[in-house]
C-alpha cells in the first residue's frame, strides 16, 4: 500500500500541471514524449531471456492499453474541461478495477465492489458543481474511457506478475511503457496538427519532469504496489488521488478563483470517505489470484 500512497501524493500535481501549464499543447505528443521518457528510463533494466515471445507482446499490449490509450484520452479531456474537473471525473476507475477483476476471475466480490462504490461516493461528493454543457460531457466520456484503460492494464499486469513472481519488476516495466510510446505515437500520427505544433522551455521542462518522475517513476511504482495488494485496496487507492489532486489544482494552480465557497466541506467529506474506503480495502485479506 506504501507504493500506493507515494504514487498518489506523486501524481496530485500532474493534474494541475498539464491544465495549467501545458495548456494548448497537443495531448498525442505530450502522452508519446512522456512514455518515450519513461521507456528511456527502465529500458536500462529491461531482462527478457527468462520471458517467453508470448508474454513480452501480452506485456507490451498491457501498456499500450494502460499507459498509451489512458494517457491519449486522459490528455485529450484537458482540452474540454478543467484540470480539477479531469481529476473528478476519473472517480469511477475504482469501480472499473473491481469489476474488470471479478471478470477475469469469473467471480463476484462484493466487498471489494463495496469498497470501490464507497471510494466513488467520496471523490463525487468533492465534484465541482458544473453546469452539464456539451465540453464537459465529452470530457466525462473521455475520463471514463482513459478511466477503463487504466483499470484494465493493472489488473492484467497484477495477474500476470502473479504468475510470474520470480520477475523482478523493474526488468519488465520498459516492455509495458514502449507499448504505451507506440500506442500514444499511433494517435499522434493520425490527429497532431504538425503546423501549429508549438513548445516552449518551460512547457518542455515540465513534459520531462511527468515523463521521468510521474511516468516514469510513478507508474512503475504503482503497478509495483498493485502486485502488493488485495483488489479492495487497489481499487480505493485509485481515488486517493483525487483530493489530493483537486487540492493542488485549486490552491497551488489557483483554480480556487472559479469555483464556489462550499467546496473546502466538500473536500474534506469526500476525503473522509475515500480514505474510509482505502482502510476498509487494507483490512481484507490479500488475494492470491
Not at 116 to 123: D, K, Q, R
Not at 128 to 135: F, T, W
Not at 194 to 206: G, R, V
Not at 225 to 254: E, K, M, R
Request: aromatic share 14%; proline share 2%; hydrophobic share 50%.
Amino acid at each position: 500500500m506504501i507504493y500506493l500512497g507515494v504514487v498518489s501524493l506523486l501524481w496530485a500535481f500532474s493534474f494541475g500541471l498539464i491544465g495549467n501549464s501545458l495548456k494548448g499543447v497537443d495531448p498525442y505528443i505530450v502522452a508519446t514524449i512522456r512514455l518515450g521518457c519513461a521507456s528511456l528510463l527502465f529500458l536500462p533494466f529491461l531482462i527478457t531471456h527468462d520471458i517467453s515471445v508470448r508474454d513480452r507482446g501480452r506485456l507490451i499490449l498491457y501498456g499500450a492499453v494502460q499507459f498509451g490509450l489512458m494517457y491519449s484520452l486522459y490528455m485529450r479531456a484537458f482540452y474540454y474541461i478543467p484540470s480539477h474537473l479531469v481529476a473528478i471525473f476519473s472517480i469511477l476507475t475504482p469501480v472499473y478495477v473491481v469489476l474488470i477483476n471479478d471478470i477475469r476471475q469469473r467471480k463476484f466480490s462484493w466487498r471489494y465492489l463495496l469498497v470501490g462504490i464507497l471510494s466513488v461516493l467520496g471523490a463525487g461528493i468533492i465534484k465541482a458543481k458544473a453546469v452539464p454543457s456539451g465540453d464537459i460531457w465529452i470530457g466525462f466520456m473521455l475520463m471514463q474511457g482513459s478511466g477503463l484503460a487504466f483499470a484494465f492494464g493493472q489488473v492484467a499486469y497484477r495477474d500476470w506478475k502473479y504468475k510470474n513472481r520470480q520477475i523482478n519488476d523493474r526488468n519488465v516495466f520498459s516492455l509495458l511503457t514502449i507499448g504505451g510510446t507506440l500506442c500514444a505515437a499511433c494517435f499522434s500520427s493520425l490527429f497532431t496538427d504538425w503546423s501549429t505544433l508549438e513548445i516552449n522551455p518551460d512547457q518542455l521542462k515540465s513534459i520531462l519532469y511527468l515523463g521521468f518522475i510521474a511516468s516514469g517513476l510513478g507508474f512503475f511504482l504503482w503497478n509495483k504496489g498493485a502486485t502488493q495488494s488485495n483488489t479492495g485496496t487497489l481499487a480505493a487507492c485509485n481515488n486517493a488521488v483525487v483530493p489530493l489532486a483537486v487540492i493542488c489544482s485549486l490552491f497551488v494552480f489557483g483554480e480556487i478563483e472559479n469555483v464556489q465557497k462550499d467546496t473546502l466541506l466538500r473536500l474534506i467529506l469526500g476525503s473522509v470517505l475515500i480514505f474510509a474506503a482505502v482502510i476498509l480495502g487494507q483490512n481484507s485479506k490479500l488475494r492470491k489470484e
